[in-house]
């Protein structure tokens, strides 16, 4: 439960700041709250604010790939992140910025690695 907590916090927070996914940690919640509580599992699913990330979620445990324009935007959005991290407190926060830049490298190796759905 305690998993599916943290992963819930930051997916709400993912639905409203520019950078961090949500997808990626509704995944987890709801992996993590079908194993420990009906009650949060079906809470979860209930909450407005994740309806778009639910039907990615939903697409992605069904078929194990990404739409095309879901991709694109989480790229975007990841290097759009660094852009604006390096321009507003890149050359006085470096660790900042090198942590920033170390989680858009590694949500791009993780949107190309998977699969695209053309469907």
Not at 15 to 21: E, F, H, K, M, N
Not at 64 to 72: H, L, S, Y
Request: positive net charge; proline residues 6%.
């Amino acid at each position: 439960m305690l998993i599916g907590s943290v992963a819930t916090a930051l997916a709400m927070a993912g639905a409203v700041l520019p950078g961090l996914p949500t997808t990626p940690f509704l995944l987890v919640a709801l992996w993590a709250f079908a194993r420990s509580s009906d009650r949060l599992y079906a809470w979860i699913q209930r909450v407005p604010l994740l309806h778009a990330a639910l039907v990615e979620a939903r697409r992605f445990e069904q078929k194990r790939a990404i739409r095309p324009a879901v991709k694109f935007l989480a790229l975007a959005m990841a290097w759009a992140s660094v852009v604006f991290t390096g321009l507003t407190i890149g050359a006085t926060h470096p660790l900042l910025f090198s942590l920033v830049t170390l989680a858009a490298i590694a949500g791009t190796i993780f949107i190309l690695w998977v699969p695209t759905d053309r469907t």
